[in-house]
């Protein structure tokens, strides 16, 4: 029978008895149910043969002396009932045959042995310091519109986590060493046990904190902990068409491993200026350009700027409204691959605050001439 059947099964229950029932009356309980379910006097009943089954095993173990004391403890250990992942649930780990290969047979091999050799194995003997990771970093940089669609190198300078200059790492006062930690021989790991040895639980160890190494005359820049601030100057590269607000990630360069950890990643939080002139949609420039009735009415060809290069010349045609968009290809926000958004020129119609006698009269002139009909007779008579 497998430790673990005795860590999920309730033998006692199965028979009917108490945990403190005698030899005598677990064996009446098992001669009862034996016989109640026996598969000669249940032909053709699975469900009875299933009982049977389950009263004979609860009967072998009950019944030896040996097998209930084993089988008593470790299911006090575990409170009863313990059930055990199978395994690939939940993750990797040892499978259920690995982890009862060594408990079976014998009253010596108990649930402590295996819990203990598990656990132990990244122990103070066998365990190394691993490396670890750097810090994460982060920074904030500030450009204008037009670096943000064309893409520009800014120089950042990075504070971040490093080895101290003092001790250059150690912790340790100049011409002095750090000591290996006496509780963890210089694992960086402590080993802790439950009452009776069957639970071992590996955990970073408390006096070096992790580090393997106790100092008995810290540095005094860096207080003993071998790690200071660095400052550094670097150049970055923001993309072409980033937008306000955009973290980039620079893997690799921000703060240092130790033990061969490789270094943290830098965060950069871009910000971007507004322009006074163009606005964006995506990989799109946006702008305003003002024209006169006339050039609406009779169209004209007119000036649109772009940004950081030349005007461009848009022919407006004649009739066109308030608000039409007029695309320019090619003048927009760099993207990824190397083309570039389109430019949106929106018309918009400028009306004079004063005219003179001249230009009244022409306009009067024009209005009888046109004969227009008036533009708010729809919409009165569909406000109706």
């Given at each position: 029978?497998?430790?673990?059947?005795?860590?999920?099964?309730?033998?006692?229950?199965?028979?009917?008895?108490?945990?403190?029932?005698?030899a005598?009356?677990?064996?009446?309980?098992?001669r009862?149910?034996a016989?109640?379910?026996h598969?000669?006097?249940?032909?053709?009943?699975?469900?009875?043969?299933?009982?049977?089954?389950?009263?004979?095993?609860?009967?072998?173990?009950?019944?030896?002396?040996t097998?209930?004391?084993?089988?008593?403890?470790?299911?006090?250990?575990?409170?009863?009932?313990?059930?055990?992942?199978?395994?690939?649930?939940?993750g990797?780990?040892?499978?259920?045959?690995?982890?009862?290969?060594?408990?079976?047979?014998?009253?010596q091999?108990g649930?402590?042995?295996?819990?203990?050799g598990?656990?132990s194995q990244?122990?103070r003997?066998?365990?190394?310091?691993?490396?670890?990771?750097?810090?994460?970093?982060?920074?904030?940089?500030t450009?204008s519109?037009?670096?943000?669609?064309?893409?520009?190198?800014?120089?950042?300078?990075?504070?971040?986590?490093a080895?101290?200059?003092?001790?250059?790492?150690?912790?340790?006062?100049?011409?002095?060493?750090?000591?290996v930690?006496?509780?963890?021989?210089?694992?960086?790991?402590?080993?802790?046990?439950?009452a009776?040895?069957?639970f071992?639980?590996t955990?970073?160890?408390?006096?070096?904190r992790?580090?393997?190494?106790?100092?008995?005359d810290p540095?005094?820049?860096?207080?003993?902990?071998?790690?200071?601030?660095?400052?550094?100057?670097?150049?970055?590269?923001?993309?072409?068409?980033v937008?306000?607000?955009a973290?980039?990630?620079?893997?690799?360069?921000?703060?240092?491993?130790?033990?061969?950890?490789?270094?943290?990643?830098?965060?950069v939080?871009?910000?971007?200026?507004p322009?006074p002139v163009?606005?964006?949609?995506?990989?799109?420039?946006?702008?305003?350009?003002?024209?006169?009735y006339?050039?609406?009415?009779?169209?004209a060809?007119?000036?649109?700027?772009?940004?950081?290069g030349?005007p461009?010349?848009?022919?407006?045609?004649?009739?066109?409204p308030?608000?039409?968009?007029?695309?320019?290809?090619?003048?927009?926000?760099?993207?990824?691959?190397?083309?570039?958004?389109?430019?949106?020129?929106t018309?918009?119609i400028?009306?004079?605050?004063?005219?003179?006698?001249?230009?009244?009269?022409?306009?009067?002139?024009?209005?009888?001439?046109?004969?227009?009909?008036?533009?708010?007779?729809?919409?009165?008579a569909?406000?109706?």
């Amino acid at each position: 029978m497998s430790t673990k059947d005795w860590l999920e099964k309730d033998y006692y229950k199965v028979l009917g008895v108490s945990k403190d029932a005698s030899a005598e009356e677990i064996k009446k309980a098992y001669r009862k149910l034996a016989r109640e379910n026996h598969p000669d006097q249940n032909p053709g009943n699975p469900e009875a043969e299933k009982r049977f089954k389950q009263v004979s095993e609860a009967h072998n173990v009950l019944s030896d002396p040996t097998k209930r004391k084993r089988y008593d403890e470790e299911r006090s250990l575990f409170g009863g009932g313990f059930r055990f992942p199978r395994a690939g649930q939940g993750g990797a780990g040892p499978s259920m045959e690995d982890l009862f290969r060594n408990a079976q047979g014998g009253a010596q091999g108990g649930v402590g042995d295996i819990f203990g050799g598990i656990f132990s194995q990244t122990g103070r003997r066998g365990a190394t310091r691993g490396p670890r990771r750097g810090s994460d970093v982060e920074g904030e940089v500030t450009i204008s519109f037009s670096d943000a669609a064309d893409g520009v190198t800014v120089a950042m300078q990075m504070v971040s986590d490093a080895a101290c200059d003092a001790c250059r790492g150690t912790g340790a006062r100049a011409g002095s060493l750090p000591k290996v930690c006496p509780t963890c021989e210089g694992s960086g790991m402590a080993t802790t046990s439950t009452a009776g040895g069957a639970f071992a639980v590996t955990e970073p160890c408390h006096d070096c904190r992790g580090r393997g190494m106790v100092v008995e005359d810290p540095c005094p820049v860096c207080n003993g902990s071998g790690r200071g601030r660095s400052t550094k100057q670097m150049n970055v590269r923001i993309p072409a068409g980033v937008n306000d607000g955009a973290k980039i990630r620079l893997k690799g360069r921000g703060g240092a491993g130790e033990n061969g950890g490789a270094a943290g990643d830098l965060y950069v939080l871009v910000h971007v200026t507004p322009h006074p002139v163009f606005g964006r949609k995506d990989h799109n420039l946006t702008v305003t350009v003002p024209v006169t009735y006339a050039e609406a009415v009779l169209g004209a060809e007119i000036d649109v700027p772009t940004l950081g290069g030349m005007p461009v010349r848009v022919k407006v045609a004649p009739g066109t409204p308030n608000g039409r968009v007029l695309r320019v290809r090619g003048r927009g926000v760099q993207r990824s691959d190397g083309t570039r958004g389109d430019l949106l020129a929106t018309i918009e119609i400028s009306v004079p605050g004063e005219i003179n006698e001249e230009a009244r009269t022409a306009l009067q002139q024009f209005a009888r001439a046109s004969g227009e009909a008036n533009p708010r007779s729809e919409l009165m008579a569909r406000a109706r």
